[in-house]
T-cell receptor
């Protein structure tokens, strides 16, 4: 069965620190990968997505990610975090099939201290 | 920018009661989804819907659950007889095509509390 692992459950950083959140998936075929963010009290918003092509993906709000096929990973990065990046971050994958259901990781709660 | 909307934002109900959660997907989207997130757990797929039919459902989506598109804009999730374990945040999502690479856009969620 397909699964997604996010190894960091809680991350606390100071402003201007660099961020890297890990995401690994288990599926041998073609996958589409997503990072969503959920700010406090708000809905899931798409940060970035990887479908194919250039493994370096740029998203919104200065986020980027690198797809490493050999490691089954799409790690999320931001060179310098801000207090406003405090949120929960979810990695998700779909592997097609009958529909594009998303399989989510457990989420990483990021707290950025001013 | 078009958004998925959901009502109500919070629903409190007694065990055994029926609830209907409502969603308005983005207008030109054709595929609709329901997910739920029990407090402290991951977001889980419940069901997908296309062309007035269920495309796929998870094992969570048992006979107590049903979905409907009653008109051209709304997409509803009904829980016939709620249980305590149905307490969760329910998210609606929609996507344009649902095949191949496609992006799902989520609504703000309905927090369901079953007492």
């Amino acid at each position: 069965a397909q699964s997604v692992s996010q190894h960091n459950h809680h991350v606390i950083l100071s402003e201007a620190a660099s961020l890297e959140l890990g995401c690994n998936y288990s599926y041998g075929g073609t996958v589409n990968l997503f990072w969503y963010v959920q700010y406090p009290g708000q809905h899931l918003q798409l940060l970035l997505k990887y479908f194919s092509g250039d493994p370096l993906v740029k998203g919104i709000k200065g986020f980027e990610a690198e797809f490493i096929k050999s490691k089954f990973s799409l790690n999320l990065r931001k060179p310098s975090v801000q207090w406003s990046d405090t949120a929960e971050y979810f990695c998700a994958v779909n592997a097609g099939g009958a529909t594009n259901k998303l399989i989510f990781g457990t989420g990483t709660l990021l707290a950025v201290q001013p | 920018e078009p958004e998925v909307t959901q009502t109500p934002s919070h629903q409190v109900t007694q065990m055994g009661q029926e609830v209907i959660l409502r969603c308005v997907p983005i207008s030109n989207h054709l595929y609709f989804y329901w997910y739920r997130q029990i407090l402290g757990q991951k977001v889980e797929f419940l069901v997908s819907f296309y062309n007035n039919e269920i495309s796929e459902k998870s094992e969570i989506f048992d006979d107590q659950f049903s979905v409907e598109r009653p008109d051209g804009s709304n997409f509803t999730l009904k829980i016939r007889s709620t249980k305590l374990e149905d307490s969760a945040m329910y998210f609606c999502a929609s996507s344009e095509s649902g095949v191949g690479p496609d992006t799902q856009y989520f609504g703000p969620g309905t927090r369901l509390t079953v007492l």
